[in-house]
């Protein structure tokens, strides 16, 4: 099956996506779809032949934990639901601690990049294969784009998508917007890792815009897609013709014409590509000793239609994250998962608890991501509950910062709104704002939370 060109559908576009000409396909977050009340906008682009893919954010398939079977079943179930012919998913982790570090379980609200490690590739392709196990159709995996490098990694991003291909049949969803996000960040040239990346395994591409300030390239999917980006989807297409393209737009949505211009840009450079569907045959992966492949590869989808936060963890770094052999293919024992764990809680609660950087990081670009990781949770939460910033007014950005220095987020973006506003109602607040957050939190968790002068009060009579 042939996408085409597509656009990722956001509510904000919807109207505009569907009058836009020669969509052919569109991707949804699959974490904001409801199996059983489909947006309308995309009842009616299914009714139209529009092939719809759910996107999922959440499943962190590079953590060290297995997989949680509530969350596989919520993303097969919106499989079903679209008649999609795969799924897409994101090679990083998103949330680290727990019962495997004993230790507070933390979210970073993003996606994060796994270390490229032989005992990292372990851990994420036995996960990998259950996820496959759990899903109803085949599932491709995303290269993310990163600020940080993990120090004494075993592979390059292209040797490490081949071995994952390599052992598990996972096919690929490429980003090139992340392939040269990497470049300015991290050194890497999307070129090497084209090259060394089986381009067969690609399921489609994506393509969005960023901006580059202080030498940091951000990828913020909120600006126009640049000639730097399209450069790498034409190296892509120099080698493969890619089954499908699709266009990416999360914040400050342009007008209807521009979204259509840069859809005929993307075409553009597709277009010049190779003058045949057939796949360009990968580079030889030298120095790299591939495991075995997986018996349980899924078929082709062409043919399916903070308190202590870390604190046991500080100085554990990343020097046990590599076990400095290939995989034996029968997935990974309690070691390998242990070591991520720790590697992986470490860097987390220093980016998002404030403990010490961990061994071999760049202290630099770890304050960088963690300023980026409050800004962006503190814009998430601004969206789950618009009425705390018209509540709060200006004040509402330097209140929430405040607050997520010293709270790590451990349980989803409702519930940081809750124990957000239960941190402020336990301050003196003006009269006003006050009793509007006060109403919003008796709405949403029932009894306002216990102030200063109650909990004195209480502490005294347990003292009497």
């Known amino acids: 099956m042939e996408l085409g060109i597509g656009i990722g559908w956001r509510p904000e576009i919807a109207d505009a996506i569907e009058r836009l000409p020669g969509v052919d396909w569109v991707e949804a977050v699959a974490e904001n779809l409801c199996p059983g009340h489909l947006p309308e906008s995309l009842v009616r682009l299914r009714r139209r032949g529009v092939t719809v893919v759910p996107h999922g954010v959440s499943l962190g398939l590079g953590g060290a934990d297995r997989p949680d079977a509530g969350r596989l079943a ?78 004494d990694e075993d592979m390059t991003e292209g040797q490490f998508l081949a071995e994952l291909v390599e052992r598990t049949g996972v096919r690929l969803l490429i980003d090139v917007a992340n392939l040269h996000t990497n470049r300015v960040n ?100 030298s120095g790299i000793r591939p495991g075995p492949r997986s018996s ?27 076990s400095h052999r290939p995989a034996d293919g029968q997935g990974p024992g309690a070691k390998p998962r242990l070591r991520l764990a720790l590697a992986q809680v470490s860097l987390l609660s220093a980016l998002v608890a404030g403990t010490p950087v961990p061994y071999g990081f760049d202290a630099t670009r770890l304050r960088v991501q963690a300023r980026a990781l409050a800004a962006k949770r503190a814009d998430v939460v601004a969206k789950v509950a618009p009425e705390l910033p018209r509540i709060l007014g200006d004040a509402y950005r330097p209140a929430y910062l405040a607050y997520a220095r010293s709270r790590p987020m451990g349980d989803g973006y409702r519930r940081d709104a809750l124990d957000f506003v239960e941190s402020l109602l336990k301050e003196e607040l003006d009269g006003d704002v006050a009793r509007q957050l006060d109403r919003w939190w008796r709405e949403r968790a029932g009894t306002r939370p216990q102030g200063r002068a109650a909990r004195f009060l209480k502490g005294l009579v347990r003292a009497a």
Do not use: M
């Not at 507070?104 to 990292?120: C, I, M, Q, S, Y």
């Open 186 to 285: 991290r050194g890497e040239d999307p070129a090497k890792a084209l090259s060394e990346l089986p381009v067969e395994a690609i399921a489609y591409v994506h393509v969005a815009g960023g901006v580059e300030k202080d030498g940091v390239w951000h990828d913020t999917h909120a600006h126009p897609v640049g000639a730097e980006v399209l450069d790498v989807l034409a190296e892509l297409v120099s080698r493969v013709a890619p089954r499908g393209v699709l266009l990416e737009r999360d914040d400050a949505f342009p007008p209807e014409a521009e979204l259509a211009g840069e859809l005929g840009a993307i075409r553009s450079v597709v277009a010049g590509g190779p003058p045949t569907a057939g796949p360009a045959a990968p580079a030889p992966r």
């Open 74 to 151: 919520d993303l097969a179930a919106r499989a079903e639901a679209l008649s999609a012919p795969l799924v897409t998913e994101h090679i990083a982790f998103v949330r680290a601690g727990g019962a495997l570090t004993a230790s507070p379980r933390l979210e970073a609200g993003h996606l994060l990049p796994v270390p490229r490690t032989w005992d990292a590739l372990e851990v994420l392709c036995e996960n990998v294969r259950i996820a496959q196990d759990s899903l109803p159709v085949p599932l491709a995996l995303e290269n993310i784009a990163a600020l940080v490098n993990w120090p």
């Open 296 to 322: 349980n590869s899924p078929k082709d989808f062409v043919q399916g239609a903070p308190q202590g936060a870390g604190g046991a963890l500080r100085g554990a770094g990343n020097r046990a994250t590599s």
